[in-house]
């Protein structure tokens, strides 16, 4: 299993960036996809997550209504849309899945949100 995160990267607050999330070595369809994200001092905390077939979807509170996650069964992607951005948003972001009782992480990408 690997997932490789990419998008991350510097952006002014209110801007909008997407992070994708490629991921190999199971059957992706079959699996509820995450975005997890830590700032700095903080722990690691749930951001979204989309079912298999992408038609049920769940947000943290304090990402709800600016960020979308999605998905792209034959590409094997999962996607964050996130707009409106703040600077408490600033995190490395990470994908994440469970699959057949293992964790599996990718290595993060760093979004920062700053003028």
């Known amino acids: 299993v690997q997932l490789v995160e990419s998008g991350g990267g510097l952006v002014q607050p209110g801007g909008s960036l997407t992070l994708s999330c490629e991921a190999s070595?199971?059957?992706?369809?079959?699996?509820?996809m995450y975005w997890y994200r830590q700032a700095p001092g903080k722990e690691r905390e749930l951001v979204a997550r989309?079912?298999?077939?992408?038609?049920?979807?769940y947000y943290a509170a304090s990402v709800k209504g600016r960020f979308t996650i999605s998905r792209d069964n034959n590409k094997n992607t999962v996607y964050l849309q996130m707009n409106s951005l703040k600077p408490e948003d600033t995190a490395v972001y990470y994908c994440?899945?469970?699959?057949?009782?293992?964790?599996?992480w990718g290595q993060g990408t760093q979004v920062t949100v700053s003028s």
């Open positions: 989309i079912s298999g077939g992408g038609g049920t979807t």
């Open positions: 994440y899945a469970r699959v057949n009782r293992a964790d599996y």
């Open positions: 070595g199971f059957t992706f369809s079959s699996y509820v």
